[in-house]
């Protein structure tokens, strides 16, 4: 069992940055690849970044591409995401999860969730 804490969320202007972060703990938090989903408001959830146990290999939905970037602590059992030129879009409650598999750029699999971090970018 793994459990997930974001924090790091808030209120930001359009071109503005923000740092995500997510605590594990439970078991052994290097041995899950990880990542990073939002939803909107009258959307659904979607999968925005992940990477492997390791923290060498990552995988950005073209939303985020070049914005944002996904990364991971193991001694510290935290996985990071930091989010620079934000814009209204991004607006959104941002979960991070941990899969027990090395699946770092399926968003289906993912077996535990947190509670999810509020980002609202103002325009």
């Known amino acids: 069992q793994v459990q997930l804490v974001e924090s790091g969320g808030g209120l930001v202007q359009a071109g503005g940055s923000l740092r995500l972060s997510c605590a594990a703990s439970g078991r052994t938090f290097s041995v899950y690849a990880m990542g990073w989903f939002r939803q909107a408001p009258g959307k659904e959830r979607a999968f925005i970044a992940g990477?492997?146990?390791?923290?060498?290999?990552?995988y950005y939905a073209d939303s985020v591409e070049g914005r944002f970037t996904i990364s991971r602590d193991n001694a510290k059992n935290t996985v990071y995401l930091q989010m620079n030129s934000l814009k209204p879009e991004d607006t959104a409650l941002y979960y991070c999860?941990?899969?027990?598999?090395?699946?770092?750029?399926?968003?289906?699999?993912?077996?535990?969730w947190g509670q999810g971090t509020q980002v609202t970018v103002s325009s």
């Open positions: 999860a941990a899969r027990k598999d090395s699946s770092y750029r399926t968003a289906f699999g993912f077996d535990y």
């Open positions: 990477i492997s146990w390791s923290g060498i290999n990552t």
